[in-house]
T-cell receptor, first 111, second 112 residues
Framework: GENVEQHPSTLSVQEGDSAVIKCTYS??????FPWYKQELGKRPQLIID?????GEKKDQRIAVTLNKTAKHFSLHITETQPEDSAVYFC??????????FGAGTTVTVRA | NAGVTQTPKFQVLKTGQSMTLQCAQD?????MYWYRQDPGMGLRLIYY???????DKGEVPNGYNVSRLNKREFSLRLESAAPSQTSVYFC???????????FGPGTRLTVL
């Protein structure tokens, strides 16, 4: 099955700086790549997603890039704020109803 | 819309006991999923139901059974709970008006 690796496992940034999380996937047939944010004790919530026919997608301070050749995709958060502190998960799917998740990145934004 | 709901929120079981986790959605999802979340391991798929009347195994199905009762409801059953099943369980729905998976609030299960 699909294997998704996510790095780093923890990330501490100064408020206002940028944060980057990287994921690699193993199955070249994967074509859908969502990112979820999970605050402590809460459910994972979708923050942005990208499909394989697009190289980059942006939504305010969040952007995702996809490199199909290298089989990796990244989440970029600019101008980080304290409310960005959470665990972020990447995932990949090849349209077979299943998402494979990375292990998560705990992001801490220091004031 | 309530979205995806789960009951109970918390549960403590003794080894060998059985229980059923309930999930319901009112978002017209065709597909529904059960995941477990353990520290440092992300979300792992237990079972899923691509459509009403069908169920399939995911990555970690051993020790669990599921029932897709109707389009709205998808339950997860532990027949004989083991300490290794201590985890947070999330139900999710997808399809209908969206191809994004939406998660329920989770059930925190402890097996002693």
């Amino acid at each position: 099955g699909e294997n998704v690796e996510q790095h780093p496992s923890t990330l501490s940034v100064q408020e206002g700086d940028s944060a980057v999380i990287k994921c690699t996937y193993s199955d070249s047939a994967s074509n859908y790549f969502p990112w979820y944010k999970q605050e402590l004790g809460k459910r994972p919530q979708l923050i942005i997603d990208i499909r394989s026919n697009v190289g980059e997608k942006k939504d305010q301070r969040i952007a995702v890039t996809l490199n199909k050749t290298a089989k990796h995709f990244s989440l970029h958060i600019t101008e980080t704020q304290p409310e960005d502190s959470a665990v972020y998960f990447c995932a990949a799917s090849k349209g077979d109803y299943k998402l494979s998740f990375g292990a998560g990145t705990t992001v801490t934004v220091r004031a | 819309n309530a979205g995806v709901t789960q009951t109970p929120k918390f549960q403590v079981l003794k080894t060998g006991q059985s229980m059923t986790l309930q999930c319901a959605q009112d978002m017209n999802h065709n597909s529904m999923y059960w995941y477990r979340q353990d520290p440092g391991m992300g979300l792992r798929l237990i079972y899923y139901s691509a459509s009403e009347g069908t169920t399939d195994k995911g990555e970690v199905p051993n020790g669990y059974n599921v029932s897709r009762l109707n389009k709205r409801e998808f339950s997860l059953r532990l027949e004989s709970a083991a300490p290794s099943q201590t985890s947070v369980y999330f139900c999710a729905g997808e399809g209908g008006d969206t191809d994004t998976q939406y998660f329920g609030p989770g059930t925190r299960l402890t097996v002693l």
